[in-house]
């Protein structure tokens, strides 16, 4: 069974930083770009960053260049979301995906919710 679990939103204030990190299991984790999105009700979900098999190709999103990075380990079949100098219009729900090269190998997780809020 195919499984990405986020975890680490919560609540800081502006300025703060917060790390979420998203587990695989259930697929071969080292072949997959993994890529980490947001939503806010009622808007579509938009990239925030990827990153591809090896780690060694990061792309962002213009809003959170230069204060958001995309750490993986492949040991631990994980990828992270560094968030520094967090804004109020961060303040959504994140969400983690596993793309694959082959047929039904696209996977969601189920979304941390981050809140911005002094």
């Known amino acids: 069974q195919v499984q990405l679990v986020e975890s680490g939103g919560g609540l800081v204030q502006p300025g703060g930083s917060l790390r979420l990190s998203c587990v695989g299991s259930?697929?071969?984790?080292?072949?997959?770009?993994m890529k980490w999105y947001r939503q806010s009700l009622g808007k579509e979900r938009e990239y925030v960053a990827g990153?591809?098999?090896?780690?060694?190709?990061?792309t962002y999103a213009d809003s959170v260049k230069g204060r958001f990075t995309i750490p993986r380990d492949n040991v631990r079949k994980a990828v992270y979301l560094q968030m520094n100098n967090l804004k109020l219009e961060d303040m959504v729900v994140y969400y983690c995906?596993?793309?694959?090269?082959?047929?039904?190998?696209?996977?969601w997780g189920q979304g941390t919710q981050v809140t911005v809020s002094s």
């Open positions: 990153v591809t098999i090896d780690g060694g190709r990061k």
């Open positions: 995906r596993a793309q694959g090269m082959g047929p039904n190998t696209d996977y």
């Open positions: 259930g697929f071969t984790f080292r072949y997959y770009v």
